[in-house]
T-cell receptor, first 113, second 114 residues
Framework: AQSVTQLGSHVSVSEGALVLLRCNYS??????LFWYVQYPNQGLQLLLK??????LVKGINGFEAEFKKSETSFHLTKPSAHMSDAAEYFC???????????FGAGTRLFVKA | NAGVTQTPKFRVLKTGQSMTLLCAQD?????MYWYRQDPGMGLRLIHY???????AKGEVPDGYNVSRLKKQNFLLGLESAAPSQTSVYFC?????????????FGPGTRLTVL
């Protein structure tokens, strides 16, 4: 069965600092991996996704994530946090032939001035 | 191009009342989904549809019913609301479910059951 674990329900960084949000997945078949972002009072929107091409995936707003099969991880990073990055971030997994996307519990990112 | 829209945005119900949440998408997507979002639990799939006239149960279907009479609409019904159904409900759609397809989300409906 597929599952997603996000380490840390809350992460706080200072403006300009590195952002690192952790995601580990479990899948018995090759996964597709996603990061979605949810700004306050809005729906989720896609930040980036891994679909078995390059293992380093670049997304919107300067975010990127690296697929590491040996570590079953798909951590999200951004070199320099901005106040506008404050939001909740969800890691998700799906697979070929599956009708469902499995979402992690989410990590809320706080950015301090 | 409105994407995915949801009606209503907010609703307060009393225990035992019924209501229907409407989701509409204008992207000609085959697949549509209803999720609920609760603190610390991420998104949980309630029901989904793989095409007009078809529906299937997700992870937490009890207490909910759905219908997909038209391709662009996906309705979520609560027959007899319970306080445990207090949540934020999101509708989503996708073109396919072939693994890496992106889901597009509506803005959500915040439901409180007293």
């Amino acid at each position: 069965a597929q599952s997603v674990t996000q380490l840390g329900s809350h992460v706080s960084v200072s403006e300009g600092a590195l952002v690192l949000l952790r995601c580990n997945y479990s899948s018995s078949v090759p996964p597709y991996l996603f990061w979605y972002v949810q700004y306050p009072n809005q729906g989720l929107q896609l930040l980036l996704k891994y679909t078995s091409a390059a293992t380093l995936v670049k997304g919107i707003n300067g975010f990127e994530a690296e697929f590491k099969k040996s570590e079953t991880s798909f951590h999200l990073t951004k070199p320099s946090a901005h106040m506008s990055d404050a939001a909740e971030y969800f890691c998700a997994v799906s697979y070929t032939g599956g009708f469902k996307t499995i979402f992690g519990a989410g990590t809320r990112l706080f950015v301090k001035a | 191009n409105a994407g995915v829209t949801q009606t209503p945005k907010f609703r307060v119900l009393k225990t035992g009342q019924s209501m229907t949440l409407l989701c509409a998408q204008d992207m000609n997507h085959e697949y549509m989904y209803w999720y609920r979002q609760d603190p610390g639990m991420g998104l949980r799939l309630i029901h989904y549809s793989v095409g007009e006239g078809t529906t299937a149960k997700g992870e937490v279907p009890d207490g909910y019913n759905v219908s997909r009479l038209k391709k662009q609409n996906f309705l979520l019904g609560l027959e007899s609301a319970a306080p445990s159904q207090t949540s934020v409900y999101f509708c989503a759609s996708s073109y396919t479910t072939q693994g890496g397809d992106t889901q597009y989300f509506g803005p959500g409906t915040r439901l409180t059951v007293l």
